[in-house]
């Protein structure tokens, strides 16, 4: 591999070669793909493996077992696979693994597992991370989510595909939310928030339904009328989940879309508090 010093790079040029900063401090046993950037004041430890075409701008950490895929952009300041923040890790080998095309901007943390789980902290792919938010030790986020400036996910939180969490969102360990949700900024989330709606408040709350980004996605309007309809019989008419199926069945309004809402909202009550992920401690 060609050590190549870098004085300074565009954060939006593809880079067709590996550049590792003569600045940065990266283990020899550190696995480093093609067309890799590293950037000055960076420290990269034995057990990183990083994909191609990924780019670590300066002041970036990787710290333990830490998976990062192709073509990422990981900004300055941030930490990756730092022990989890709970005092009753005991130093095993868990891991933090991360898909392609995500953009980490500036000090945001991702905590590696713990031994409560499965001992990873996961994130898919086209993920939007912005300055100094947080995901915490045995997280799994989905593709194509967003956190908000500072906001925070506890331990053991499962963030689906599409969700949207403006800033300053904290969510409590164990919770979920589902995809396409969207969570209002400075909220607190204590209990599961179902997919396709949009939360707020402290508590978080259902308020409607996320049509904005329903329509941006091109969800048909049949689906959109009927998961309207599915919010007000939950949250306007206080009908509880099982009359509700049967309402929106005698309806036609059972599409794929209102099933998914239907059943999350039946494995919340399961859990603890709301929250379906305390069946997995639980079983743990």
Same mark, same amino acid.
């Given at each position: 591999m060609d050590i190549i010093p870098i004085n300074s790079?565009?954060?939006?040029?593809?880079?067709?070669?590996?550049?590792?900063?003569?600045?940065?401090?990266?283990?020899?046993?550190?696995?480093?793909?093609?067309?890799?950037?590293?950037?000055?004041?960076?420290?990269?430890?034995?057990?990183?493996?990083?994909?191609?075409?990924? /780019?670590?701008?300066?002041?970036?950490?990787? &710290? !333990?077992?830490?998976?990062?895929? =192709?073509? @990422? $952009?990981?900004?300055?300041?941030?930490?990756?696979?730092?022990?989890?923040?709970?005092?009753?890790? /005991?130093?095993?080998?868990?891991?933090?693994? &991360? !898909?392609?095309?995500?953009?980490? =901007?500036? @000090? $945001?943390?991702?905590?590696?597992?713990?031994?409560?789980?499965?001992?990873i902290t996961s994130v898919g792919n086209d993920n939007y991370f912005m300055a100094n938010s947080h995901v915490g030790h045995d997280c799994v986020v989905g593709d194509k989510v967003i956190l908000g400036q500072g906001s925070m996910l506890g331990g053991h939180c499962h963030i689906h595909s599409n969700a949207i969490l403006s800033g300053c969102v904290a969510a409590h360990h164990f919770a979920s939310i589902g995809q396409y949700a969207f969570v209002g900024g400075v909220s607190k989330v204590l209990q599961d928030i179902p997919p396709y709606m949009l939360a707020d408040g402290n508590p978080a709350r259902c308020k409607c339904t996320n049509v904005v980004a329903l329509k941006r996605n091109n969800f048909p309007r049949e689906?959109?009328?009927?998961?309207?309809?599915?919010?007000?019989?939950?949250?306007?008419?206080?009908?509880?989940?099982?009359?509700?199926?049967?309402?929106?069945?005698?309806k036609n309004m059972l599409c794929a879309e209102v099933l998914q809402l239907l059943d999350f909202l039946d494995l919340s009550k399961v859990g603890r508090h709301g929250?379906?992920?305390?069946?997995?401690?639980?079983?743990a």
């Open positions: 790079f565009e954060s939006d040029r593809r880079v067709a070669e590996t550049q590792i900063s003569k600045l940065a401090d990266v283990h020899p046993s550190a696995a480093i793909e093609a067309g890799v950037t590293i950037g000055p004041f960076c420290v990269i430890g034995p057990h990183s493996k990083i994909g191609a075409g990924t /780019r670590l701008l300066n002041n970036v950490c990787l &710290v !333990g077992h830490v998976e990062l895929g =192709r073509d @990422n $952009v990981v900004w300055p300041g941030t930490c990756l696979g730092g022990e989890p923040q709970d005092i009753s890790y /005991r130093g095993t080998p868990t891991r933090v693994v &991360v !898909g392609d095309r995500n953009i980490i =901007r500036e @000090n $945001v943390t991702i905590n590696r597992g713990s031994e409560k789980e499965d001992g689906t959109i009328s009927a998961l309207n309809e599915t919010f007000r019989l939950l949250y306007r008419g206080r009908v509880g989940a099982e009359q509700a199926r049967e309402v929106l069945k005698c929250r379906s992920r305390h069946i997995t401690k639980a079983a």
